[in-house]
Structures are given as C-alpha cells and as structure tokens.
C-alpha cells in the first residue's frame, strides 16, 4: 500500500533505483529490471527493429539481450539478459497515485551514457479503451530515449513506462500505467507476442 511507505527525496530513489535502470542500445531507448534473473520491460518500439540488442547496465557490464515477449498493441516488450541476482524495481498501484502526485522519470535520453533524471508531476490520467490502455500524463520532461525506462512515484515504485512525449506542447508526456503493464506482464513473460 503506496501511502504507507514513506516517501523519499528525489535523491534517494535515484540512488535506490538506478541500479535497476538500463540502457538499451538499438535505436535509443531505456528500460528496467523487473526480475532479478535478467527480465527486464521496455517499450516494443525500442526494440521493434533491432537486429542486436545490446543492454548496458549502471554497474558498466554490457549484456546481449533477446527479445521474451512483446505485446504491438500496448507498445511493451520484456527483454531477457543472461544474468541474475540482479537490482530490480518494484511495480505499484496507479489506485494508490493521486492526481498531481510528484513523479520522476529516470532513463538516458538523447543517446547519453549518463542516467538523467528529471521531476515532475502526474497531470492526468487517461483511458484509452479501444486498446485497453489507462495512461498516465505526466509533465515531467521526456527525450527520445527515455522511452521505455519507468515513471516512478516518490516510493520509488513504477506507475508507469514512458512511451513518448508530445512534440507539440511543452512537457507533455505519456507513460504506459502500471495497472495495464500488469494486465499482459505474465503473458510477456511467457513469450508471447500480442498484435
């Protein structure tokens, strides 16, 4: 239950968190850790076209990963890596996030080797029903390559993963909520593809 953990400062869940975040080089993009046994969840974009997938982690071990599962229609894909006993990130509860709860997204925009984070807050949340999808918007700044690292709230747990921002307003950008992650996760990770 998110409102019985205490919240933490910005700095503590990057030093908590960062561990857990990736860096996914095929086009540019993020990702997490959500198995200690090297499964971690991005963005099918990211990954969509890759011929080799190479995932660095914070720690600088770089690991070739292979796609498990991906699911076109939500824009989400679970990579594995050969490794284990690694740092993971916890999934929350969007039920439990308010709006105008503080956020933070944590990833490599832009190409970068260096993990950025940037803060702000969940703006709105929206459904799109067609796709099954609840959205999270947030006004925390987004750049190509944060997609797919996650959105997390000031527990440090993931309420969502970045999927784009809009390039037409000023931070204005979307996150795929936890809610509808946990929906298909099992399947991901069972190997399946969902068009």
């Known amino acids: 239950h998110a409102s019985a953990l205490k919240a933490m400062t910005v700095q503590e869940i990057t030093a908590k968190a960062r561990a857990a975040i990736v860096r996914i080089e095929t086009d540019l993009g993020s990702g997490f850790i959500i198995d200690p046994d090297g499964l971690i969840l991005t963005n099918n974009h990211v990954i969509k076209d890759a011929r080799k997938i190479t995932v660095y982690l914070d720690n600088g071990t770089s690991h070739t990963g292979t796609v498990q599962g991906r699911d076109m229609v939500r824009d989400l894909a679970v990579v594995k890596i050969n490794a284990s006993n690694l740092p993971t990130l916890e999934l929350g509860d969007l039920s439990q996030v308010p709006l105008g709860a503080d956020s933070m997204v944590l990833g490599y925009p832009l190409g970068t ?76 990770k069972a190997g399946e593809v969902i068009a």
């Open 113 to 188: 080797k260096d993990l950025t984070v940037t803060k702000g807050v969940a703006s709105a949340f929206k459904s799109d029903f067609g796709r099954n999808i609840s959205w999270v918007k947030t006004d925390t700044a987004i750049n190509r390559g944060n997609s797919g690292g996650p959105l997390l709230n000031l527990q440090g747990q993931v309420i969502g993963v970045v999927t784009l921002a809009q390039t037409t307003a000023q931070n204005v950008g979307f996150a795929v909520s936890v809610n509808t992650v946990k929906l298909y996760l099992e399947r991901l």
